[in-house]
């Protein structure tokens, strides 16, 4: 089984910048994507960005061009690097690993964005 441990949230004034990280580790085997989602109170979880074993990218339209999601394979680690922030962006934020056809979430990481 994958474990992805999370971390990086916090609470950032608007335009700020946040770096989320997310260590798989175990028997993961082959990883078909990693992605990001997020989940504000009285929200729908939303994919916020996924990044394919290829590196293949895609990104919700609410976030593009402000988040980058990236992976270092040799780390087993995905990043997610927030820049330009806004109160909206509040949520907590998962990690999600799809491997063999399982899914994967981290614990989550709160992320608040408040002056």
């Known amino acids: 089984q994958v474990q992805l441990v999370e971390s990086g949230g916090g609470l950032v004034q608007p335009g700020g910048s946040l770096r989320l990280s997310c260590v798989a580790s175990?028997?993961?085997?082959?990883?078909?994507?990693m992605a990001w989602y997020r989940q504000a109170p009285g929200k729908e979880r939303e994919l916020v960005a996924r990044?394919?074993?290829?590196?293949?990218?895609n990104y919700a339209d609410a976030v593009r061009g402000r988040f980058t999601i990236s992976r270092d394979n040799a780390k087993n680690t995905v990043y997610l690097q927030m820049n330009s922030l806004k109160p909206e962006d509040t949520a907590v934020y998962y990690c999600?690993?799809?491997?063999?056809?399982?899914?994967?979430w981290g614990q989550g990481t709160q992320v608040t964005v408040s002056s």
């Open positions: 175990g028997s993961s085997g082959s990883i078909n994507y």
């Open positions: 990044i394919f074993s290829g590196g293949v990218t």
């Open positions: 999600k690993v799809v491997s063999y056809g399982t899914a994967y």
